[in-house]
């Protein structure tokens, strides 16, 4: 299916070009996808994520832990 209707780039491309891209942004350099009128942009993150998984090359997003906040001392 047709993703981006401006740069004529399909699921496949997309598919295709997702493992050796880091992130979306270096996805939209390399081929052009959501560059133009922005309107495919949330199906072709998703069909990028989607891909990125599928082949394992997606580290997934976790909350980093929260570093203790150590106590206030007070200098007399």
Same mark, same amino acid.
């Given at each position: 299916? #047709?993703?981006?209707?401006?740069? +004529? #780039?399909?699921? +496949?491309? #997309?598919? +295709?070009?997702?493992?050796?891209? $880091? $992130?979306?942004? &270096?996805?939209? =350099?390399?081929?052009? !996808? $959501? /560059? ?7 199906? @072709?993150? &998703? !069909?990028? /994520?989607? @891909?990125?998984?599928?082949?394992? /090359? !997606?580290?997934? =997003?976790? &909350? ?6 150590? @106590?206030? /001392? $007070?200098?007399?």
């Amino acid at each position: 299916m #047709i993703v981006c209707v401006c740069h +004529r #780039i399909s699921d +496949r491309d #997309i598919r +295709r070009v997702a493992p050796s891209c $880091s $992130s979306f942004d &270096e996805l939209q =350099m390399d081929t052009g !996808v $959501s /560059t133009c009128c922005g309107r495919c942009e949330d199906c @072709a993150r &998703e !069909v990028f /994520t989607q @891909a990125k998984v599928a082949t394992g /090359t !997606v580290a997934l =997003m976790q &909350e980093p832990h929260p570093q203790p906040k150590q @106590a206030a /001392t $007070s200098v007399k």
